[in-house]
């Protein structure tokens, strides 16, 4: 049984930083690129980041981009994300996913992952 928790998600000010972990279990990790997305109330579900299997490539939205590093240690099974400079408008239920894209429209695409983790809140106030 795949199992995609996240961790990390919490209250924070703007400007401020937090680091999210997405712990994989019953999956071979590496061979799964894997990805961030956020939901933020009543707007759709939308792209955060993406790396590749092995971690040789990243791909960021452009409203992260410079802000945001997402990462992956193999040998853990974990994914993480890394959120500096948070704004208000990041505030969102933050979600990781497993994929076995190989394209970047792919990984950028929620309906080419297989597998979803429960969410974790992340809030930031101004």
């Known amino acids: 049984q795949v199992q995609l928790v996240e961790s990390g998600g919490g209250l924070v000010q703007a400007g401020d930083s937090l680091r999210l972990s997405c712990a994989a279990s019953g999956l071979t990790f590496s061979s799964y690129a894997m990805g961030w997305f956020r939901q933020a109330p009543g707007k759709e579900r939308e792209f955060v980041a993406a790396?590749?299997?092995?971690?040789?490539?990243?791909y960021y939205a452009d409203s992260v981009k410079g802000r945001f590093t997402i990462s992956r240690d193999n040998a853990k099974n974990t994914l993480y994300l890394r959120m500096n400079s948070l704004k208000p408008e990041d505030t969102a239920v933050y979600y990781c996913?497993?994929?076995?894209?190989?394209?970047?429209?792919?990984?950028?695409?929620?309906?080419?992952?297989?597998?979803w983790g429960q969410g974790t809140q992340v809030t930031v106030s101004s």
């Open positions: 996913a497993a994929s076995q894209a190989i394209t970047i429209p792919a990984m950028r695409a929620s309906d080419r992952y297989n597998y």
């Open positions: 790396i590749t299997r092995f971690g040789g490539n990243t």
